[in-house]
């Protein structure tokens, strides 16, 4: 791991200590290792699993979404940035899948979200700094491997 990525991870936990969720953290975290300017806000109804429901994770959203950012399909006709955020968003979440064991929220944290257990102690939940952390990793490494190809296709 580089040391930028290091310290966006540094910052992305910190970011959540003081209220951003999951989504958000990850969301920001990846676009600032990007340098990508994009609101964190719209990222708000997807911590705890989709407005808290427990459903996918926030930070597999928060991936997906820095990842779709990235690619910039803004065309609805531009097939090449579909087939190409589709691909990186499911190597995204097929590694999320493989080392969280699952997509879901409630089953990450093993509770509802909104539902904190009353034994668990105050902060976050450590299952969700590690889903937090692996999603910054896979959407960054995600798009790395796509810039080196993108460059070996222009030369």
Same mark, same amino acid.
């Given at each position: 791991?580089?040391?930028?990525?290091? @310290?966006?991870?540094?910052?992305?936990?910190?970011?959540?200590?003081?209220?951003?969720?999951?989504?958000?953290?990850?969301?920001?975290?990846?676009?600032?290792?990007?340098?990508?300017? @994009?609101? !964190?806000?719209?990222?708000?109804?997807?911590?705890? *699993?989709?407005?808290?429901?427990?459903?996918?994770?926030?930070?597999?959203?928060?991936?997906?979404?820095? !990842? *779709?950012?990235?690619?910039?399909?803004?065309?609805?006709?531009?097939?090449?940035?579909?087939?190409?955020?589709t691909a990186?968003?499911?190597?995204?979440?097929?590694?999320?899948?493989?080392?969280? *064991?699952?997509?879901?929220?409630?089953?990450i944290l093993?509770?509802?979200?909104?539902?904190?257990?009353?034994?668990?102690?105050?902060g976050i939940?450590?299952?969700?700094?590690?889903?937090?952390?692996?999603?910054?990793?896979?959407?960054?490494?995600?798009?790395?491997?796509?810039?080196?190809?993108?460059?070996?296709?222009?030369?």
């Amino acid at each position: 791991m580089t040391r930028k990525l290091e @310290v966006v991870l540094e910052e992305v936990h910190q970011s959540r200590e003081k209220g951003f969720n999951c989504a958000e953290g990850v969301f920001w975290g990846v676009s600032q290792y990007l340098g990508l300017s @994009v609101p !964190v806000s719209c990222m708000a109804g997807f911590g705890g *699993g989709v407005a808290g429901s427990g459903s996918v994770c926030g930070a597999l959203s928060g991936a997906l979404a820095a !990842v *779709g950012v990235y690619v910039g399909r803004t065309d609805p006709e531009d097939r090449e940035a579909k087939v190409r955020a589709t691909a990186l968003s499911k190597a995204v979440a097929a590694a999320f899948i493989s080392k969280m *064991g699952t997509q879901l929220c409630r089953e990450i944290l093993g509770y509802l979200p909104g539902n904190k257990p009353a034994h668990r102690p105050d902060g976050i939940n450590p299952k969700c700094r590690k889903a937090v952390t692996l999603a910054v990793k896979l959407a960054v490494e995600a798009v790395e491997k796509d810039q080196q190809k993108y460059k070996q296709t222009q030369n």
